[in-house]
C-alpha cells in the first residue's frame, strides 16, 4: 500500500452507499503533512511535463491543489461552482452534474486566467463519474490550453469517470483508486496500480503480491 | 507598504460599491509564493502563540490557510457553508450573512475535529462586516476551544468589521487594511499599521511616513 492508501485504511470510514468518508484527514480537516506527500507523488508522477499552472474546483481540491503547487512551483486557479457578483468579465462556463449534491453546478473560470499558452495539471480530491472534471477539461479545452494531466487523490473505480478520462488519452493519476468497499465490514479494496502507474516507488512490497486486487480491513 | 500592500497596488483592481477585485493574485488565480510570504507573516505576528489548529471557510480562505499551516505545522479544517448530505455526525452551526452574495449561509464545522483543547488560529482571505468571522469565533467557542487569534489578508477597514473583533479583544491581524477607495481614480488609501502591529520589518520605510494614512495609485 502507498502512503495515501494506508491513511485511508487507518483513518477512511466506509458508509452505506458507497460513500469512503475521508473527512479527517482530507476534505474537511486536512493534514497537510499528507498533501505534501501527495503533492510531491504528483510532481514525481508528471515529472518532464510542461505544466506551468494547476486547475481545481472549489472547495475540497483547492488545499490539495494549493500544496502540490509548490512542488512544481505554479500558480493555481481554483473554478467556482456558481455565479458569483464578484466575477466579472468573460468567463468559461461548464454545466456539471454533482453525484453528492444531486444537483447541476455551473462551473466557472475567469478567461482571463487560461490561455492557449497554458500547460494545465487538473486536480481534484475525488473522481467518481467524473462529471466535475469533465467540465474542468472542457473548460481547459475552450481557453485553447493543454491538459497535461490530472492529478486525483482517490479514485472511485467502480464509478465510471476514471474509465471515460482514460480512454480520452489523458494520464490520469489517481494516488488511490477503491475498487471495492462494503459498508458492513468496513473493507475496502484497492486497485493495484503495480509499477506501470509509477507506484513502485511508494508501495513496492504490494508489487509482489502480483493480484489485481487486495483487501484492507479497517481499524 | 508591506509585500500584500505592494501587490493589491500592482494587481488588484477597484470597482464601483467598494469592491476591490484580487482574483488575479489571491481569491480566484493565486499566487502561491505570495500565499507563502503571507504564511511566514502570520507565523511571525503570532509567535508564541500555542496554535494547534487552523480554522477557515470554504472557497479562498483554504489556499491560504492549507500553505500557512506549513509555518505552524497543524492541520487545517475548513468550515463549509451549506449542509452536504456527507457531513452527518454531531456539527457545529452558525448562521451567518454574506455580504457578496447578499444571503443567509449556515457555517458548519463537525463537531469531532474541534474541542475545548484546541488552540485555534482563524485564517481568512477579507474582512468586511465580520459576519463570516462571528460565525467561525461562534464555532470555536461553542467547542470549548480557544481563539487563539485571527489573520486575515485584506480588512476592508471602512466597514465594521474589524473594529468590532478588536474591541471584542482579539488579537486581530490584517495584512494589509484599506481604509478608502476610489473607483474611478483607482486609488487606495492602506492605514499604517506602523510598527506596533509588529509591520516593522515589511514596511519600515513606509513607517517613515509618519501620517496615519497613505496612498497609492494603481498602474
Known sequence: MNFLEERIVKD????????????????????IKLLDQMGAEFKRRFAGKPINKILTIEASGIGIACVAAQHFDVPVVFAKKSQSINLDGDMYVAE???FTHKCINHVIVAQKFLSSEDHVLIIDDFLANGCALQGLIQ?????GATVEGIGIAIEKGFQSGGRII?????????LAIVDGMDAATGQIQFRDQGASAGNAAVSGAQAKNGGLYRSSTLD
Request: charged fraction near 20%.
Open 96 to 98: 456539471v452534474e454533482s
Open 139 to 143: 473548460i481547459v479545452q475552450s481557453s
Open 12 to 31: 477512511g470510514v466506509v458508509k452505506e452507499g458507497n460513500v469512503l468518508k475521508v473527512d479527517s484527514f482530507l476534505n474537511h480537516q486536512m493534514d
Open 166 to 174: 482514460r480512454n480520452l488519452g489523458f494520464q490520469l493519476e489517481s
